[in-house]
């Protein structure tokens, strides 16, 4: 067998065991399923009819953020289960065996695609539900579900260095937390970026959390013609200005990912 090939069963291999434990840690699967569709739920009938969206329907307004928040939180299971390995010693089981060494990080981050495939499918169905819709084609509309997934999986690797860097699951949870909060929330996912003071709205233009929540409204067709358009080139250029977040997150995060995993031992 080649050595990539070799590298590319044993990515599959630890992609399987990841996807494996979502099937036989109930709590994990419960998270996934349920956590969806308590957004929706509580983002499309608390805010439906208190935020003002020009020209359009809040529910509508608000799915691809919803969309965009739950990959990027997905994204954090990344390194929680990677910092988990290192608590446990599982990291230097891996090590031991002979398996390609960045087929661990490959691997957990591409079974996270996986888990937040699985979430976003159950928040459309959820979605459809509560009145939003998709007003474009069926390509389109792959499109736009493809870029969230390709968007969380650049985002995986920052919480891959994440995991490898922090002592605990925990620690994990608590440091994504105070970094993601502020993204997901000073963006146009849950209110037009206009409507928010000039320094956030900036803020928000450039966000790339805005420019994945922007491409995915527009590939669904969730745009309204009477809605204000921003001037910023990131918010004219949603689609490209993602694309560039996304490879330059795995060009500068999974390199670093690699060589902390080489250089780790179990805590």
């Not at 969806?36 to 529910?59: H, K, Q, S, T």
């Amino acid at each position: 067998m080649s050595a990539v090939a070799g590298a590319f069963a044993d990515t599959a291999v630890i992609a399987k065991r990841n996807v494996i434990r979502i099937v036989r840690v109930p709590e994990v699967l419960v998270f996934v399923l349920l956590s969806p569709i308590m957004f929706v739920l509580l983002f499309g009938f608390v805010f439906g009819n208190a935020v003002d969206v020009p020209g359009g329907d809040y529910r509508e307004f608000l799915m691809a953020g919803i969309f965009a928040q739950t990959v990027v939180f997905g994204a954090t299971y990344t390194g929680a289960s990677l910092a988990e390995d290192m608590q446990k010693g599982i990291i230097d089981r891996f090590k031991s065996l002979p398996m390609t060494r960045s087929a661990v990080l490959i691997g957990r981050t591409a079974s996270d695609i996986i888990n937040n495939a699985l979430s976003i499918t159950i928040m459309a169905l959820t979605g459809l539900l509560v009145g939003w819709g998709i007003h474009t084609s069926v390509l389109e509309a792959a499109a736009g579900f493809a870029l969230l997934l390709l968007f969380s999986y650049g985002f995986s690797w920052v919480m891959a260095t994440v995991g490898l860097l922090v002592p605990t699951p925990e620690v994990v949870n608590n440091a994504s937390f105070m970094v993601i909060m502020p993204l997901t929330f000073i963006s146009n996912a849950f209110v037009p970026a206009e409507n928010l003071p000039t320094p956030l709205r900036i803020f928000a233009e450039w966000n790339p959390v805005s420019a994945v929540t922007q491409s995915a409204r527009n590939l669904f067709g969730n745009t309204s013609d009477l809605a204000p358009v921003s001037e910023a080139w990131s918010m004219q250029n949603p689609e490209l200005y993602t694309l560039i977040w996304t490879v330059a997150l795995i060009a500068i995060f999974a390199p670093i990912s690699v060589r902390l995993y080489n250089r780790s031992a179990s805590r």
